[in-house]
C-alpha cells in the first residue's frame, strides 16, 4: 500500500500561482505520477502526468500555464500552476501507478479556488 499525501492547495485570485506537492510513502521511481482535479458537479479530469523518464503530458486547458516535475529522490510530484484561472477551480488528487504489477494509488485530494 501506497500514501500520497498532496499540499499547497488554498486561495488564490484570478493570475495567481500555486504550487502543489505530493508525497508518497514509498519510492515513485518505477511509477507513473499525475495530477487529475474535478471541479464541483463534473467528473474527475486528468491535468498532467510524468512518465518515468520525465516525459509529461498536459490537459489542453493548461498547458503553457502549469508545469509537473518529480523528485525522486524525496518522492514528490510538484505542480507549478501559474496565470490561475476561475475555471481551474476543484479538488486536486495525486495520481501514482506503479510499473510492476500496475497498482494504483490516489491521494485525498487538495482543494484550489481561484477566486477574487
Known amino acids: 500500500q501506497v500514501q500520497l499525501v498532496e499540499s499547497g492547495g488554498g486561495l488564490v485570485q484570478p493570475g495567481g500561482s500555486l504550487r502543489l506537492s505530493c508525497v508518497a510513502s514509498?519510492?515513485?521511481?518505477?511509477?507513473?505520477m499525475g495530477w487529475y482535479r474535478q471541479a464541483p458537479g463534473k467528473q474527475r479530469e486528468l491535468v498532467a502526468t510524468i512518465t518515468l523518464n520525465s516525459n509529461t503530458n498536459y490537459v489542453d486547458s493548461v498547458k503553457g500555464r502549469f508545469t509537473i516535475s518529480r523528485d525522486n529522490a524525496k518522492n514528490t510530484v510538484s505542480l507549478q500552476m501559474n496565470s490561475l484561472k476561475p475555471e481551474d477551480t476543484a479538488v486536486y488528487f495525486c495520481y501514482a501507478r506503479y510499473m510492476l504489477g500496475g497498482n494504483e494509488y490516489w491521494g485525498q485530494g487538495t482543494r484550489v479556488t481561484v477566486s477574487s
Open positions: 514509498r519510492s515513485i521511481a518505477i511509477a507513473v
